[in-house]
């Protein structure tokens, strides 16, 4: 098979994969949370901080066997033990740390939990190299397939296990039984299997690649979980689990409804990569483009959480709906800094993005610690304020360092960021007028409705000419891509 059609298959399997998964994983996270409630996932998120370091470590290790195409027995042997190694490093630690860290954080039943989790790292380094393996050689079909199946069988403990009583247990066995499978299905397709060898001299060059990569992995590592550790540290489980939860539901929410549009932006930007203007246009199309499409969907999902949360998680969740929609609220800033970021990326210059990303984390951090005293909610006003802030900063730089200004574009967001408004103000007194009284999913559809009949009403109105650029764009991006498919 050549590599175009591997490419092609590789590409719609992957499709597979991160849709099936992401909608298999927030129903089993929707049930889960339902039954367990803030202060068991509080708990279990815990243990996930001591999986999230693991895992950066061991990916870290292991992607030198795709950017360099290594299929040699002696370099794979010897990740797969280097990678075996932490992951027993990782899993003691969780295991013997468990005591201690209970007492300091005065969580008793952390004991017992950390102690189940600490197969987890193993499971976790014994699946990494095959799993590269089957990337390396573009096999995206068992990977959909691992996911897949790993996402429903520990989906079914976890909720199972919920519906006895388990509570953070449950989430703990959801990850254990769901890494058991993914070893299951990626051992048999790897074709490989590790010999008892090890060659220290191609180490370090074997694990190079991952070396580079430890400087993005910090920031994100820093900017996802460090605030969950100030927020064990300084407040309680409970505040953890709702803190955890309303990071969940955003990324669901940016995964589904935000990030699509998006995918497309560096594959265009890097097709033009030499003509600026070009480049200019897209961005200035897709500026247009967040403000029409993305702007209303996360308002319509801000504004109507107080509908959806209790249908969705029941009542347990409610005091979390205010921070949940802070939090929405928030990813309105995030396509901007994709924008950028790929921009910058297109020209090769993404050391130059990490490093504002560092400045703009090492500020979200500075304020959460002096926010959080303050409680939850004074860290999301802050961290909203402080995404709106810098967004100038990015389209300064962006301009200084690739000359492309967009500030005339920028200002046509305000009809787009009005017609939202109007959404969520029409939405929400739906909601508590007219249909106050209704049944609570029939009251869900009909205030949705009304918002979005108004915005459409006033997109045919006031942004006809937006929604032409849109089309006319998506219709030649379309017509670039067969010419490619089809010389």
Not at 43 to 53: G, K, P, Q, S
Not at 298 to 314: D, E, K
Request: charged share 15%; glycine share 8%; aromatic share 10%.
């Amino acid at each position: 098979m050549s590599l175009h059609r591997k490419m092609a298959r590789g590409a719609l399997w992957s499709l597979i994969e991160k849709g099936g998964q992401q909608g298999v994983s927030f129903i089993v996270f929707m049930v889960v949370a339902r039954l367990v409630g803030p202060a068991e996932y509080g708990l279990a998120n815990v243990c996930f901080v001591v999986f999230t370091i693991a895992n950066l470590t061991i990916l870290t290790i292991v992607d030198g066997i795709v950017n360099l195409q290594i299929d040699d027995d002696d370099r794979l042997s010897t990740l797969f033990w280097t990678v075996v190694g932490m992951g027993f490093v990782f899993s003691a630690a969780c295991y013997f740390g468990a005591a201690p860290l209970a007492a300091a954080l005065e969580e008793p039943r952390l004991v017992q939990l950390l102690q189940e989790f600490a197969v987890v790292p193993i499971l976790l380094a014994t699946s990494s190299v095959p799993n590269m393996i089957l990337m390396k050689n573009l096999d995206f079909r068992i990977f959909a397939l691992r996911s897949l199946a790993a996402s429903l069988i520990g989906g079914a403990v976890g909720i199972a296990l919920a519906l006895k009583g388990g509570g953070a247990h449950a989430l703990i066995a959801q990850q254990v039984v769901l890494f058991v499978v993914v070893n299951l299905v990626v051992w048999p397709f790897a074709h490989w299997r590790p010999r008892l060898r090890f060659c220290g001299d191609k180490l370090l060059a074997t694990i190079s690649p991952g070396l580079k990569m430890v400087a993005s992995m910090l920031v994100s590592f820093s900017e996802k979980e460090v605030p969950r550790i100030l927020i064990l540290l300084l407040m309680n489980p409970v505040m953890l689990g709702y803190y955890s939860f309303v990071v969940r539901v955003r990324h669901a929410v940016q995964d589904i409804c935000v990030n699509p549009p998006l995918a497309v932006l560096y594959p265009a930007l890097a097709r033009l990569n030499d003509q600026k203007d070009k480049q200019r246009t897209i961005l200035e199309v897709f500026i247009i483009a967040i403000g029409v499409v993305i702007f209303p969907v996360i308002g319509s999902a801000a504004i109507t959480a107080p509908l959806y949360m209790p249908l969705l998680f029941g009542d347990k969740w409610n005091e979390a709906i205010t921070l949940l929609q802070l939090f929405i609220i928030c990813g309105a800033t995030l396509p901007f800094q994709v924008l950028v970021r790929e921009m910058l990326r297109a020209h090769n210059h993404i050391e130059a993005y990490l490093r504002l990303q560092v400045a703009y984390v090492a500020v979200l951090l500075i304020a959460t610690l002096i926010l959080l005293p303050h409680g939850l909610l004074a860290v999301g006003y802050g961290t909203l304020g402080i995404g709106i802030a810098v967004l100038p900063i990015y389209f300064v730089l962006l301009d200084k360092w690739e000359g492309v200004g967009l500030w005339r574009q920028l200002t046509k967001l305000l009809t787009p960021l009005a017609g939202t408004i109007l959404l969520a103000l029409v939405t929400h007194f739906t909601a508590v007028g007219p249909c106050a009284g209704a049944n609570p999913w029939l009251r869900l559809f009909l205030s949705l409705a009304a918002g979005w009949a108004v915005y459409s009403l006033t997109c045919v109105l006031l942004m006809r000419d937006e929604l032409r650029q849109i089309f006319t764009f998506v219709r030649h991006w379309q017509a670039v891509r067969a010419g490619a498919d089809h010389p």
